[in-house]
């Protein structure tokens, strides 16, 4: 298992459209991929869940993921979620 407290660099923060592309990202790994924030720990996969946490630009939040390509998995969250490609 893979844990990283990453800090949102993202303009917008995860409004809808941030959300989305987000949830595309970790929906490509079969590692169960998990964001907190606060007491909120969401599944990285399913958009709803995604809305409720509300981040901005910014804000720390921590990342979890575990499975088969779970480095990988973590890698490709960071790289979205700090704008590095």
């Given at each position: 298992?893979?844990?990283?407290?990453?800090?949102?660099?993202l303009?917008?923060g995860l409004?809808?459209?941030?959300?989305?592309?987000?949830?595309?990202?970790?929906?490509?790994?079969?590692?169960?991929?998990?964001l907190?924030?606060?007491?909120?720990?969401?599944?990285?996969?399913?958009?709803?869940?995604?809305?409720?946490?509300?981040?901005?630009a910014?804000?720390d939040?921590?990342?979890?993921?575990?499975g088969?390509?779970?480095?990988?998995?973590m890698?490709?969250?960071?790289?979205?979620?700090?704008?590095?490609?």
């Amino acid at each position: 298992m893979k844990r990283k407290e990453i800090t949102v660099k993202l303009d917008s923060g995860l409004d809808t459209r941030p959300v989305a592309l987000l949830v595309q990202v970790a929906s490509q790994f079969r590692s169960d991929i998990y964001l907190e924030s606060g007491n909120t720990r969401v599944n990285a996969k399913s958009i709803m869940g995604m809305m409720t946490l509300g981040l901005v630009a910014g804000e720390d939040v921590m990342v979890t993921a575990e499975g088969p390509d779970e480095e990988e998995a973590m890698d490709q969250v960071e790289a979205y979620l700090t704008k590095k490609k």
